[in-house]
């Protein structure tokens, strides 16, 4: 078997949500240099129009058509469910990568930051996967299941407020909701996986990261020494969107630079 047939994603299609910009972007990206057909899908639809132009205009194996979506309610996520079958008559792959984040110090934390980001963050990406089964599993074979791809993040998985609590706990909750989900799907032939990143360069993550010198901080304090790549992402998602990762589902990928397994410093070894 040859690279490329492990990680070819030709005549597939693909939904991105929060494709035009940060690690949905990269993923987009990816997924058509590797032959998908891709559904960009965002809040700001001029924005994911904008980016599948770009992303056409390289010439490469797959395609891409961008359109508005929103996740953050109950009627978005029917609208955008309207909108991909408009488009497509089954569905191979399903990025959930849209999220918002809130940021305040403990003490200052508002209630009203809890609903909006666990909408989104968890309930949103719950519901838009349930009400896209249908085409997922339309697409679905014992060799070759459809994929679902949850975003979560690092601070999901290890102990860091850092003043987005609701964010974190979200995270923490995305990356368990896989797991069930993986666990409930496996019958119908969707793997359910998720990808813990660290930092990388988006509009989220834009005050720290915005340019290199604060890149350069931020990457000293990940043991890798840097912030995540475009490729960091790519390289997960081919892996888990073509046949290579056909056998795998309830995994969440560390693509944190080492983040997630920091721990508390050697202690015995400083008491020496």
């Not at 998985?157 to 609701?166: I, L, W």
């Not at 901080?217 to 290579?244: Q, S, T, Y």
């Amino acid at each position: 078997m040859t690279p490329e047939t492990l990680f070819s994603l030709n005549g597939k299609t693909a939904l991105v949500t929060g494709g035009a910009t940060g690690i949905g972007r990269m993923a987009a990206e990816a997924l058509i240099r590797a032959g998908a057909h891709v559904l960009i899908a965002s809040r700001k639809g001029d924005a994911c129009e904008q980016v599948a132009a770009e992303l056409n205009a390289l010439g490469t194996a797959g395609s891409a058509e961008g359109f508005a979506g929103d996740i953050g309610s109950e009627v978005g996520i029917d609208a955008l469910v309207g909108e991909v079958n408009k488009r497509t008559q089954s569905l191979e792959i399903l990025m959930n990568n849209a999220g918002v984040t809130w940021g305040a110090p403990m003490g200052q934390f508002p209630h009203s930051a809890w609903d909006k980001v666990m909408s989104v963050n968890v309930a949103g990406i719950f519901d838009l996967t349930q009400k896209l089964l249908p085409l997922l599993m339309k697409s679905a074979s014992d060799d070759d299941p459809a994929r679902v791809v949850n975003i979560g993040s690092v601070m999901g998985e290890v102990p860091m407020g850092d003043g987005a609590y609701s964010y974190s706990a979200s995270k923490a909750a995305v990356i368990h909701l896989s797991k069930i989900m993986a666990k409930e799907l496996a019958p119908y032939r969707v793997t359910v996986n998720a990808l813990a990143p660290g930092p990388f360069v988006s509009r989220m993550t834009a005050f720290a990261t915005e340019d290199e010198s604060k890149r350069e901080r931020v990457g000293k304090a990940v043991p890798l020494g840097r912030v995540g790549r475009d490729e960091d992402i790519a390289g997960c998602m081919l892996f888990l969107c073509g046949r290579g990762g056909s056998y795998i589902t309830g995994a969440v990928l560390p693509v944190s630079g080492g983040i997630n397994v920091q721990t508390g410093g050697n202690i015995f070894a400083d008491a020496l």
